[in-house]
């Protein structure tokens, strides 16, 4: 206990104020991210200053420091949001504006900041109990706010006696199943990794199962064959000897490329694939994700270096009608790499597949250089992240989306644990 609450303090202890009052800041924003606009467009001032604190402690900052840390993450993500700001002229339709990135925006500083709020000791303790804690907490979101409809509703006889609490301020009206076991594939297997590579032991070993368990249970509740596939997939990575898991990284990489590739230049094809995959070759989900994929198809040829605009795949039922669905709206194309490609056209692709390469060469360096136990959290963070790429071939959790900000602390914990083993080199725990 006295080793975490060391680890813990470290975060205060051994830096400016500038980091006391940016992780304030960072508590403030992510809660803001959750209102729903427009109450949460009140709160965009929150970002001045974020990057006046982050500006004048980059230009203090040792520059040989800076210069032996090369945040990949950061490069990617800031071109992602350089991108989204330049749809906003280019786009051509109209689009709410700068206020869509505001969610975006919050994630990118997440990836900015997060190196340097840990140093070593809190490195290898703070983002274990991150993990657990989100976990926790998406738990909670999924057990009291899950709208049990649909494919969900075959479990009413177990889901009625759960809590509902949809209409709390921050998520009214709850979650869709589908929405949620997004979330969760991030959060599951990267639990399991902890236990797996064997981060976390003792009580705490024994609280991560429980809470991994109790995720995995209400996941399968949620009947989402996306989040079901996704988060099987990361288990399975993170069964992977870690002596052997950058194989296994080129490996998911080089097949989630061929996925997407599949869906976008093969929808209808790709969706029996995968139907008869399953085993269940009548699904109507996988039918309706062939109409959906063929559609942001449509956008994509007609804009192919801008893209329709952001966030307007669901709004363009006149333009680009959809068979079946003409009086629905469809929030996203129920394919991560084609709500790039929709937000922001061919370059979007492009960037979204460059974080995806940022991802794998972030891990590599870090099981290069790192310790093991750098080694083992980064692989958590990878299978959370593989995981919910997974999902993201059928399915889909946009970038200005609520839970994205699970997606870019992702990120910034990698980026993290990534500059506390190129600090160190290859010390011993």
Same mark, same amino acid.
């Given at each position: ?103 975006? #925006? ?131 990575? #993170? ?78 039922? #006149? ?92 990120? #910034? ?17």
């Amino acid at each position: 206990m006295r080793q975490n609450r060391s680890a813990m303090n470290t975060l205060f202890n051994q830096y400016s104020y500038i980091y006391v009052i940016e992780f304030s800041l960072w508590i403030a924003l992510s809660a803001t991210h959750w209102l729903p606009s427009p109450q949460r467009d009140h709160w965009v001032f929150l970002l001045i200053p974020a990057i006046i604190l982050s500006t004048y402690d980059f230009v203090h900052k040792d520059r040989s420091e800076t210069l032996h840390y090369q945040n990949r993450l950061a490069f990617s993500s800031i071109a992602l949001l350089l991108l989204y700001a330049l749809s906003i002229y280019t786009a051509p339709f109209t689009t709410r504006g700068w206020i869509l990135l505001y969610r975006p #925006a919050i994630g990118l500083w997440m990836v900015l900041r997060f190196p340097y709020w840990w140093q070593e000791r809190a490195a290898r303790t703070c983002v274990n109990w991150v993990i657990a804690g989100t976990a926790l907490l998406v738990f909670i979101m999924g057990f009291t706010a899950i709208q049990w409809t649909g494919k969900a509703a075959v479990f009413a006889s177990i889901t009625d006696h759960f809590p509902r609490w949809q209409d709390f301020a921050a998520w009214p009206g709850g979650f869709n199943p589908n929405e949620w076991a997004g979330a969760a594939a991030w959060i599951a297997p990267a639990l399991f990794a902890l236990i797996r590579y064997r981060v976390v032991t003792g009580w705490r070993a024994a609280g991560t199962t429980i809470l991994f368990a109790a995720l995995t249970a209400l996941l399968f509740l949620s009947q989402s064959l996306s989040g079901i596939a996704g988060a099987s997939i990361g288990v399975m990575f #993170a069964l992977v000897p870690l002596s052997r898991l950058r194989w296994a990284m080129a490996a998911g990489g080089a097949l989630l490329l061929i996925g997407n590739l599949a869906v976008l230049l093969a929808p209808t094809q790709s969706a029996d694939a995968l139907a008869a995959v399953s085993g269940r070759p009548s699904i109507h989900s996988l039918e309706h994700r062939a109409v959906m994929w063929e559609r942001a198809n449509h956008m994509l040829a007609d804009h192919p270096w801008t893209g329709v605009g952001i966030a307007l795949y669901r709004s363009l039922r #006149a333009e680009y009608p959809t068979p079946g669905y003409e009086h629905v709206l469809l929030p996203h194309p129920h394919n991560e790499a084609l709500q790039f490609a929709t937000d922001l056209g061919i370059p979007g692709l492009i960037v979204f597949g460059w974080i995806v390469l940022s991802v794998g060469l972030t891990a590599r360096r870090v099981m290069t250089v790192g310790s093991r136990r750098h080694g083992a959290m980064a692989a958590a963070l990878c299978a959370g992240l593989l995981s919910h790429a997974v999902f993201g071939l059928t399915d889909a959790i946009p970038i200005w989306d609520r839970f994205a900000i699970l997606g870019w602390g992702m990120l #910034a914990l990698l980026a993290a644990v990534e500059r506390a083993a190129t600090a160190h080199g290859s010390s011993p725990d």
